[in-house]
């Protein structure tokens, strides 16, 4: 089924579908409001042929809740006052007029006396989503006069409850206030972010707000029942997206996105405005086989520019850069892991879209390379050998450690007894770990063995370990 104009009006408008079935039925109502128009025209007329038309006058409409933020479907009163001055009889006829630019059933009201007379007119209107407007009166009978706009807005702003680990219940809600702005895109705050953070118990709260995906703003405050925190944002170019206030340290609990749009009337850029990507770099990171990079979006003017990121053809990330005038912005690729092909090397391409042009620059990156295995070498153990005491030498010694490694790898070594090289490189495969050993004989003329030992790993990297021992042949009986 088509929709009509009213109704992708109201759309648009953002009405709930209980305004929007009222604004459908006033229009196919349209005959009968007319005709009872003309009935009330005729009705004023005839008690007032022969004296001048009553003065009327209406007051702006108020809404209940000119601004509501809270749980969703709401309904929002209007009222307003119409004055009218009476020297007898007459016909009031009205209607409301919406934001939308439709107009409501025709009312009429039978008036009578002397003096002024004032009658509260009203209505309540249901939304069941975010939406602002205005409303306003227009009189048609007996004097048609129509009265100021009375504007209200409504943000559907729903709380997110979490716990955190002290069972203390924490919700935060966000909106944008205006959640919209049209006009000169000049310095200042256009759009102003509005976030309420509630605790069950009274506690200092981290927070940070999000604008489309960035952290723009952050801070810790004390709450005690709920506080309300903001930030302002003024954009210099058209735009639209979403704000996020999130609570850290309480399962990082967020509200709901807070929408907001921005048209700049004067933005056209001058038809000299060019963008350029330069200076793009990239690194192989062999921790894990990543690659990341970083490089310049240069602006003449002022300018909206997108950019994507892409590896070896594939699009991985993209992003928008605003310029408020001529400049240069650096915007970085993230380490991204790699598999397959892409670890034997390949290029990263920056491709940006301004307003008048669009740019891409590319470079090469490296091949990951396998990380070095890490050594470690275990702490030396001591043993001893008496045989030698028969002979009136100290006993022999013998040197145990553990060499491990963080992948298979071929192991250098060597062995120092009281600060001197006791052999040349020695070479073990290491698959994880693997025990070695050296030894010496006891000392010439004396009842023990004493100095220092060390381990040394040369490659393929440098560890050791070291301890002194100090040993003695056990004493014979006299």
């Known amino acids: 089924m088509k929709s009509s104009p009213l109704a992708r009006k109201a759309a648009a408008f953002g009405a709930s579908a209980a305004v929007l079935g009222a604004m459908i039925a006033g229009l196919a109502a349209a005959p009968a409001q007319a005709s009872t128009q003309a009935t009330a025209g005729k009705a004023g007329t005839a008690a007032t042929t022969a004296k001048a038309r009553p003065k009327v006058s209406v007051s702006t409409p108020k809404a209940s809740t000119r601004d509501y933020e809270g749980a969703c479907p709401v ?3 209007i009222t307003a006052k119409v004055n009218v001055k009476l020297d007898g009889k007459t016909d009031l006829a009205y209607r409301w007029l919406h934001g939308d630019g439709s107009k409501g059933k025709v009312k009429v009201l039978k008036l009578k006396g002397h003096g002024t007379k004032s009658v509260k007119i009203g209505q309540t209107l249901s939304f069941d989503e975010s939406v602002k407007g205005w409303e306003a009166v227009q009189v048609l009978s007996p004097r048609k006069v129509t009265s100021k ?37 000049t310095p200042g705050d256009k759009i102003n972010f509005v976030g309420r953070i509630k ?34 944002y003024s954009p210099r170019v058209s735009e639209r997206g979403y704000a996020v206030l999130q609570v850290v340290g309480a399962g990082d609990s967020s509200s709901d996105r807070a929408y907001y749009r921005v048209t700049c009337k004067d933005e056209t850029p001058a038809p000299s405005v060019k963008v350029t990507a330069t200076n793009l770099v990239t690194a192989t990171n062999n921790d894990g086989c990543k690659v990341g990079a970083h490089a310049t979006i240069n602006s003449t003017g002022r300018a909206r520019v997108e950019y994507t990121w892409s590896v070896n053809g594939t699009s991985v990330d993209k992003g ?34 301004g307003p008048r042009n669009n740019d891409s620059i590319t470079q090469s990156y490296a ?14 153990s001591v043993g001893q050998r008496n045989n030698f005491c028969a002979d009136k030498r100290g006993p022999g010694v013998d040197f145990k450690a553990t060499i491990s490694s963080s992948a298979p790898t071929t192991v250098k070594y060597y062995w120092v007894i009281d600060g001197k090289k006791e052999n040349p490189d020695l070479e073990r495969q290491v698959t994880g770990s693997v ?11 004396a009842s023990e063995t004493k100095g220092s030992v060390s381990l040394v790993v040369v490659s393929p990297d440098a560890a050791s370990s070291a301890t002194t021992f100090s040993v003695a042949c056990p004493k014979t009986g006299v």
């Open 75 to 77: 309904k929002v009163g």
């Open 149 to 185: 706009k009375g504007y209200f807005s409504v943000n559907c702003a729903e709380e997110v409850v979490v716990e955190n680990g002290d069972d203390k219940k924490v919700s935060v809600s966000a909106w944008a206030d205006p959640s919209s702005y049209t006009g000169p895109c």
């Open 199 to 232: 605790v069950s118990d009274p506690s200092w709260v981290k927070y940070r707000w999000v604008l489309d995906g960035r952290v723009v703003d952050y801070g810790k405050t004390k709450v005690r029942h709920s506080r309300t925190v903001s930030f302002g």
């Open 320 to 353: 928008t850069v605003l310029f408020g005038r001529e400049g240069s912005r650096t915007v970085e690729l993230s380490d991204r892991v790699l598999s397959g092909d892409a670890t034997k090397g390949g290029k990263v391409t920056l491709s940006i879209s």
């Open 367 to 380: 091949a990951c390379v396998a990380p070095k295995p890490k050594i470690t070498v275990s702490s030396i």
């Open 435 to 445: 025990d070695v050993t050296w030894g010496i004989a006891g000392a010439q003329s």
